[in-house]
């Protein structure tokens, strides 16, 4: 009872973290100072390295940062040269676990071969029979299969020197767009004013691709059970 209840209270944490990013992130800053981009390493390193947390912020963070750097509190080429790191670290590393133990973890009847983890694996594994190889870098823009794209091409033993080009492309365009969109557009006022509906809103649209692959593939089901 206790794990539901500290596991809920994680949940609204986070989402009133990532809805109100700008009171969060400035309160980080104000605490950490100079640390700050250390712990903005960490974050990014771990949603896209590690398959337990993919629920971190990603595209919405990176938006944000930029903001603050516009704002004088955070230097922005540092930010993008950190978090550009983090971003290619994370995936190099995500690649070699999936490569070195994948196959036994997805076997395990542990956390990775729960149905809803199961779920995402499949899901990413979909995105490459659509996209192959590029899939490295447009999952970057697409929370959850971000985290699992490096993954499942460790699984899928996707030769390295393949991978590191598009994880190096992928991470300084992901990080790119988003620092540098924050940095120049994130201070506009009528964004300024409604911060909160502009991080929802990248929210939403980064999840889009994700629910138009899951619906798309719940119709092609129906019709392949229909037959």
């Known amino acids: 009872m206790w794990i539901a209840a500290g596991l809920t209270d994680l949940i609204l944490y986070l989402l ?8 969060h992130l400035g309160a980080l800053i104000q605490g950490f100072g100079g640390w700050t981009h ?7 390193f771990a949603e896209t390295g590690l398959v337990v947390t993919p629920f971190l912020p990603g ?5 944000a940062v930029g903001t603050f750097a516009a704002l004088g509190a955070l230097d922005v080429t540092t ?8 971003a290619i670290l994370g995936d190099s590393l995500n690649y070699r676990v999936g490569r070195s133990i994948g196959e036994r973890v997805l076997a395990h009847p542990a956390l990775l071969a729960r149905p809803k983890y199961r779920g995402y694996v499949e899901r990413t594994e979909r995105f490459y029979e659509k996209h192959g ?7 970057r823009f697409v929370p959850i299969v971000r985290t699992f794209a490096p993954f499942v091409a460790g699984v899928g033993r996707m030769h390295y020197a393949t991978f590191l080009f598009y994880n190096v492309a992928g991470g300084v365009l992901w990080v790119a767009v988003l620092v540098f969109g924050g940095y120049f557009f994130g201070n506009i006022p009528i ?3 409604n911060f909160t509906l502009v991080i929802l809103a990248i929210v939403v649209l980064s999840v889009l691709p994700v629910a138009a692959e899951y619906w ?5 089901a129906a019709r392949e059970k229909a037959r």
């Open 191 to 193: 964004v300024r004013r």
């Open 133 to 139: 190889a590029k899939t490295i870098v447009l999952a």
């Open 216 to 220: 798309r593939h719940r119709r092609e």
């Open 38 to 44: 250390a712990v903005l390493f960490l974050i990014v």
């Open 79 to 86: 930010a993008f040269a950190v978090l550009t790191a983090a």
């Open 59 to 63: 595209d919405s963070l990176l938006f």
């Open 16 to 23: 009133d973290f990532i809805l109100h990013l700008d009171k």
